[in-house]
């Protein structure tokens, strides 16, 4: 078990470090949503499994608060509505479920910020395009190389690393960072 835990740790920070190195994929990110929320549209985030959680995460980190407490950010997980979720899946494929409240929800001049550990979901990849057709901007997160991912989105971050654990790491840490950037650059800290 010793082992197991001193490799699963090294390899934590072995992709940590590496992460330092995407420093500008990552200020690219947060000024996107600064402009977007800026200029008052909103951020709509997506991802599946553990990357829905992510989603939820830093949904809750915008609206309510991050590091100060400050006015709401706009900023809707569109992974929580149960009920949306299951008709449309349910009446379309589940490959819809994300692309569907784009269509609904998003508005010229919004962002999409699409996680994916593979960039290969095929549900993060349609909500994508919805979001382009709708004239919004695309921000993902994503690992491995990049998967389909990187031909759908204006601005990226790829994790350096190929286990999906380690990418969720990184992405939790890209989260946070990307909340108190945004914070900074809207001048709320």
């Known amino acids: 078990m010793q082992q197991f835990?001193?490799?699963?740790?090294?390899?934590?920070?072995?992709?940590?470090?590496?992460?330092?190195?995407?420093?500008a994929d990552i200020e690219a990110l947060a000024g996107c949503c600064v402009?977007?929320?800026?200029?008052?549209?909103?951020?709509?985030?997506?991802?599946?499994?553990?990357?829905?959680?992510?989603?939820?995460?830093?949904?809750?980190e915008l609206v309510g608060r991050f590091v100060s407490d400050r006015e709401a950010l706009a900023a809707v997980a569109l992974t929580t509505d149960t009920s949306a979720l299951t008709a449309i899946a349910?009446?379309?494929?589940?490959d819809a479920v994300f692309s569907r409240q784009v269509a609904a929800l998003a508005?010229?001049?919004?962002?999409?910020?699409?996680?994916?550990?593979s960039g290969n979901s095929e549900s993060i990849i349609a909500a994508c395009r919805e979001a382009h057709t709708?004239?919004?901007?695309?921000?993902?997160?994503?690992?491995?190389?990049?998967?389909?991912?990187i031909n759908h989105c204006d601005a990226l971050l790829?994790?350096?690393?190929?286990?999906?654990?380690?990418?969720q790491e990184c992405h939790i840490v890209v989260i946070h960072l990307l909340c108190g950037l945004i914070e900074?650059?809207?001048?709320l800290v």
């Open 107 to 117: 508005n010229r001049g919004d962002v999409l910020l699409a996680i994916s550990t």
């Open 184 to 187: 900074a650059g809207l001048g």
């Open 158 to 167: 790829v994790a350096p690393s190929d286990e999906t654990a380690h990418i």
């Open 35 to 60: 402009a977007a929320l800026t200029r008052g549209n909103k951020l709509l985030i997506c991802g599946n499994g553990g990357s829905a959680a992510d989603a939820q995460h830093m949904a809750a």
């Open 134 to 149: 709708l004239g919004c901007e695309v921000l993902g997160l994503t690992g491995r190389d990049g998967g389909a991912l």
């Open 5 to 23: 835990i001193e490799s699963y740790i090294s390899k934590h920070q072995a992709a940590l470090t590496q992460l330092s190195a995407n420093a």
């Open 90 to 94: 349910n009446d379309y494929g589940y």
